[in-house]
């Protein structure tokens, strides 16, 4: 699976997490989810089970752990699919 | 010195209507909100039919953002959260300011907050897979979830908290609201009650043998207050919301004022003597409605209305004996009473506060609505008040003074003293 389309794919779903007020544009492979996107940090366990659906992978605690940026999350499914 | 505290905004969510507009026209024509549930037959209940608010998906979109409506399945914080902000509205209280409002404060109570997303979790848990909760189980199923949800939508920094006191629950938070302002400790609170639906609440009461099992073919006949074939009570849902405010706070916003709040008292028959887990202790219940008017200082001459707890049960005979003591009044100078339940069944824990939304609007608009279902009244009612003091049809007639008890499982009792408001006191 590409970069291109991990991220396409992953889009979509860090965008239902956005706050009202912040703009999908907003979004850039560097952005940091909670920093950057102001996404309430109680969000990213919501992120990952959307991503384990979305690419049929699990993620571990590890993986959740080190999960900053929309980089950082499509470094960790390129790793799991194969 | 107390403060004098006004009423100054109201929001309902009830079976019988989502709106103050709505719930006025429908309890002045008598029009019942319950309806049939092929649900709870398919369930195997006794009693298969009850009262639901019925919320649109254009109206959640008016009170929730689409994430917060992902993965929401807590129909007790959307009943909340919509009569809640409705009062807020309705009371033209600022809550987009950018500080905590340190003058607001939220008592909002209830009995189980989601018992559906609950659900939810528990199958995902026995699974194995508590990791897949996500992050929506904790805030939709916690007792204070409703009070949560609305402090993060008002900003409200005073008390914030959910009181739990079974079906007196709403009168309780109306009485908790009002001794807070009474005392200088918040101007305004937004206070009230909300309770869940469906057969997971209300399977236990069905469970109990208490609830209406022979109507479920006439939905609309079935919840029966004081009537001689009353058949026990019928389940409801939904909320009650009220914005309780210091007479100078209003005055100051020129907030339109509905009606004051004299008094309250709440107690417990402590289950001795005729108390129990599920039994009112009838001198518990007359100390609490003439702790209530002494609160008030009014005495049972002064009261013009009483809006009764009335569940349709055996007890409402004893209810109306309880109301005859403490008031010491009976026959034809007994005052006007009706049941809300006729209506909308038994709401609960939200009972108390959308009983005492329907109070505020008789006193507001001069009427006494009619206890539908009880033509032919219980003969051990006639036997202690007139029968036209239960109204059969809708009375035009000025209320000054009201009075409203609800009485909860655990013995636990609640009554409060409205009055209309006038400048001098």
Known sequence: ?82 | MRNRVVITGLGVVAPNGVSINEFTENIKNGVSGITHFPELEALNFSCQIGGRPIISEEKKRDYFTELQLRNFNSSGIMYGVIAGMDALRDAKIDVDGEDPNWDLGIIFGTGSSGVDKFREAIYKLDEGKVRRLGSTVVVQTMMSGVTAYLTGMTGAANVVTTNSSACATGTEAIIMAYERIANGKAKQVLCGSTNDYGPYIWGGFDALKVMAYKYNNNPTKASRPMSETANGLVPGAGAGAFILESLESAKTRGAKIYAEVLGGAVNSGGQRGEGSMTAPNSIAVQRCIKGAMTDAEVSGADIDYINGHLTATIKDSTEIKNWCAALERSGNDFPYINSLKSMVGHCLAASGSIECVATILQMQHGFVFPSINCEDLHPEIVALIGSDKVPQKKIDTPINIAAKASFGFGDVNACVIFGKYTSKK
């Open chain 1, 1 to 82: 699976m590409t970069t291109e389309n991990i991220y396409a794919k992953l889009l979509p779903i860090v965008k239902t997490y956005l706050p009202e007020d912040v703009n999908v544009n907003a979004i850039t492979p560097e952005s940091d989810l909670t920093e950057d996107l102001n996404i309430n940090s109680v969000n990213l366990v919501d992120i990952v089970l959307d991503v384990e659906d979305a690419f049929d992978i699990e993620l571990e605690n590890d993986d959740i752990e080190t999960l900053r940026t929309v980089n950082d999350a499509i470094g960790i499914i390129k790793a799991k699919v194969a």
